[in-house]
Antibody, heavy 124, light 107 residues
């Protein structure tokens, strides 16, 4: 069964670049969508974006100018980079599998497997 | 972006109660609606997708209904482990957005 684990620095200074990695185990990375979500007290759960195993990406327009999601199939990992961080980027960051579930011929996307989350604090 | 509204933000109930948790979308999302459960310090857990399809392994006391803009998560008989925060999320189009959550508390 697929498991996800986030890793990366927990403390950043303003203007630095946030870099997180999600390691995928128990399944293939080469057949699904892989996403990042963050959760802060102020903004709740926020979709950051996803990457498909083919390399195509989708980003939240609110973060698009600062975010990059990439995939390393050889390492079964995918990564998040967020540039020019501020205190507003302080949050718990989750990686999740974004799976398409077929119901009566319709495809529904849902985040069915989540990592445990990693806390990132931006402070000078 | 489509806004998801969950009101009330908290709800008190007792073990054995039937509870309904509402969610409203700012525009129609058809049945592209998911529900998640989150306990303190843990990641969200998928409960329902497609507005009414139960994720594998989720107890049958959970059910979902609705289409368009109005949706409901129902727990038929509350168990102690159900006290948590519940979030709705649409997957109609990106960016996928979440509601602010309804915290289910013990009365």
């Amino acid at each position: 069964q697929v498991q996800l684990q986030e890793s990366g620095p927990g403390l950043l200074k303003p203007a630095e670049t946030l870099s997180l990695t999600c390691s995928v185990s128990g399944g293939s990375i080469s057949s699904s969508y892989w996403s990042w979500i963050r959760q802060s007290p102020g903004k709740g759960l926020e979709y950051i974006g996803y990457i498909y195993y083919s390399g195509s990406t989708n980003y939240n327009p609110s973060l698009q100018s600062r975010v990059t999601i990439s995939l390393d199939t050889s390492k079964t990992q995918f990564s998040l980079k967020l540039t020019s961080v501020t205190a507003a980027d302080t949050a718990v960051y989750y990686c999740a599998r974004l799976e398409q579930q077929l119901v009566h011929g319709l495809g529904y996307y849902c985040m069915d497997v989540w990592g445990k989350g990693t806390t990132v604090t931006v402070s000078s | 972006d489509i806004q998801m509204t969950q009101s009330p933000s908290s709800l008190s109930a007792s073990v054995g109660d039937r509870v309904t948790i509402p969610c409203r979308a700012s525009q129609s999302v058809s049945t592209y609606l998911n529900w998640y459960q989150q306990k303190p310090g843990k990641a969200p857990r998928l409960l329902i997708y497609g507005a009414s399809t139960l994720e594998s392994g989720v107890p049958s006391r959970f059910s979902g209904s609705g289409s368009g803009t109005d949706f409901t998560l129902t727990i038929s008989s509350l168990q102690p482990e159900d006290f948590a925060t519940y979030y709705c999320q649409h997957s109609y189009m990106t960016p996928y957005t979440f509601g602010q959550g309804t915290k289910l508390e013990i009365k």
